[in-house]
């Protein structure tokens, strides 16, 4: 089976950078995806990895490493409006195409 | 583009009923998702469709569970003789096979379930 760890809780200062981490357990896997979600909303997708490496899309950074079976999102200049939940999610592997997810980061926001 | 659509938004049902949930994907999409997820855990993969075709089935989808994409557009899935556990949040994706970008799902709004 697959299985991913992130923290449960997330607190950071309006303007400031965060990161939130992923670990995995995988046989194998296509991708790492990460979905922003809302209290009260649906998924929107933020980010993929398909390679190790960065990929920067505006305010939002992801990261891979296979060999680590790590990943993060790195989130930058926060807004109040960030404060929501983020879920790494593994796509595929196993002979499945649907996504895996941890059970996310709650982030908070101070001002 | 209207994005994905799910009926209805909220659910209440006896334990014992039977309910269906209809979702309608972003129409050129040919690959449709159902999830459900419970307060504080991120959603679990249920099951998806390629066109009318369904392709997997996960093990957490008990027998009293069904989904159908008859014509390879909408989709509904159905909960049999429900039970307290099944109260949750039922969430439906899509996204197009052909697609560069098909690592990306489309999530709809989700039928929040809740089984007295």
């Known amino acids: 089976g697959q299985s991913l760890e992130q923290p449960s809780e997330v607190t950071a200062v309006e303007g400031a950078i965060v990161q939130i981490n992923c670990t995995y357990q995988t046989s194998g896997f296509y991708g790492l995806s990460w979905y922003q979600q809302h209290d009260g909303g649906a998924p929107t997708f933020l980010s993929y990895?398909?390679?190790?490496g960065l990929e920067e899309t505006g305010r939002f950074s992801s990261f891979l490493s296979r060999s680590d079976s790590y990943g993060y999102l790195l989130l930058q200049e926060l807004q109040m409006k960030d404060s929501a939940s983020y879920f790494c999610?593994?796509?595929?592997?196993?002979?499945?195409?649907?996504?895996?997810f941890g059970k996310g980061t709650h982030l908070i926001i101070q001002p | 583009d209207t994005g994905v659509s799910q009926d209805p938004r909220h659910k209440i049902t006896k334990r014992g009923q039977n309910v269906t949930f209809r979702c309608d994907p972003i129409s050129e999409h040919n690959r449709l998702y159902w999830y459900r997820q419970t307060l504080g855990q991120g959603p679990e993969f249920l099951t998806y469709f390629q066109n009318e075709a369904q392709l997997e089935k996960s093990r957490l989808l008990s027998d009293r569970f069904s989904a159908e994409r008859p014509k390879g557009s909408f989709s509904t899935l159905e909960i049999q003789r429900t039970e307290q556990g099944d109260s949750a949040m039922y969430l439906c994706a899509s996204n197009e096979l052909d697609s560069t970008i098909v690592h990306e799902q489309f999530f709809g709004p989700g039928t929040r379930l809740t089984v007295l």
């Open positions: 999610a593994l796509l595929g592997g196993g002979g499945a195409d649907g996504l895996t």
């Open positions: 990895n398909a390679l190790d």
